[in-house]
């Protein structure tokens, strides 16, 4: 067995973002090719090695798992996932309720903070190590402050006795455990909370770059300082093919469309191979990964699923990644069913799936070679334009 750990990081992700209004959980908006969230567990996986429990906006658990095994890489078997609750304090409860008996020193994290550099953490579990209770980073404050009484200027604050508080703010486990059981109220940030139950908390240097994605602007700052804005300015292909033999029970669905009287195919989900085709094209176009990393067994809400929840699902993963889909193209090969007398029917439903984009479906028989052509099963092969938004 390996050594457990003896820091453990919480890096809470479950907020709504309403601030940043960009329709979903902000942790799961695109910088990039990636999530708010995962370049927040990129700089958390560089950091000294830790246990990481990602809490998580409820119903999004399996895609946060997803991002953070990405990031984690060989450190896999460090990542927990819990849900969040209504708020930011809720949230850090429920991932301290996670860390492992033998965690001795804890760090809790914005995701929203995403671009943290890994330093910040070493240097406050440095504090930690060196005596501290508690540690903050913080950043001076350039802005003049004054102190106001509506529109009034009562006293001019002098900076100096003045930061910016960023995180992670770390803590020994049980300061921070005993200070989140007594805690009555709600409390801004968890160095509030542990000071308020008679803790000394220091400071520490923090980074521009642990600034936190609140609002659209901040994630537009965000976008600049990776470079995004070049990158992300070209449409992406991508392809994708799937094969489902028949003989799975109930009625053919394919192409989004019952078939009753047909064969049906046999797979995770009800085995529309086109559907699944169109949703690898998509994924691979975005970057993305494939079915498999989004809807696979990891995910059982699919299980059963029609076409509709996949492209409804991919359609979403791609806005959250910065781009829409500009149009598909799938053909199918299969002796049955007949595509000819239901091909617009198909592209409609295919197309209304997708939030309305163009759909282009082709079928063809094989001439009665493979086992397309022996009815044994059907394939699928698309190829997907997307476009940043
Ligand atoms: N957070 C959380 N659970 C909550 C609220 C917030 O885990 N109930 C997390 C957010 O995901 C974020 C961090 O706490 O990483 C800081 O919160 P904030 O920037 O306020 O994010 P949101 O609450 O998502 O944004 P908003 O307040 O604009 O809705
Ligand atoms: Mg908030």
Known sequence: MLPVPRVGIVVVAAGSGTRLGAGGPKAFV????????????DGVFAAP?????????????GDARTEALVAAGDRADLVSVVTGGPTRQDSVAAGLGALWGDVEIVLVHDAARALTPPEVFSRVIGAIDAGADGVIPVL????????????EIVAAVDRAELAAAQTPQGFRRRVLDAAYAAATEDFTDD????????HTVAAVPGHPLGFKITTAADLD?????????????????????????????????????????????????????????????????AGLGDIGTHFGTDHPEYA????????????????????RVGNVSVQVQANRPRF????????????????????????????????????EGVSAFAVALVVPV
């Open 340 to 375: 000819a007398a239901r091909r617009v029917e198909a592209e409609r439903a295919l197309s209304d799936a997708l939030g309305g984009a163009a759909v282009s479906v082709s079928a063809t028989t094989t001439d009665g070679l493979g086992f397309t052509g022996r009815t």
């Open 30 to 41: 695109g910088i990039d090719r990636h999530s708010i969230l995962r370049h927040a567990l």
């Open 221 to 285: 700052r965000a976008r600049h300082l990776l470079g995004a804005s070049s990158a992300v300015a070209l449409p992406r292909v991508g392809v994708g093919t799937d094969v489902h033999a028949f003989g799975g029970g109930g009625t053919l669905w394919l192409a989004g469309l019952e078939w009753p009287g047909e064969q049906a195919l046999s797979g995770h989900s009800d085995g529309d191979a086109v559907a699944h085709a169109i949703v690898d094209a998509l994924l691979a176009a």
């Open 191 to 198: 160095a509030a909370l542990v000071a308020a139950a008679g």
């Open 304 to 323: 059963g699923a029609h076409a509709d929840a996949f492209l409804t699902r991919t359609t979403v993963l791609l806005r959250e990644s910065g781009w």
């Open 49 to 61: 090695e830790a246990q990481v429990v990602i809490v998580a906006p409820e119903g999004r658990e």
């Open 140 to 151: 001076p404050v350039i802005d003049t402050i004054k102190r106001v009484a509506g529109d």
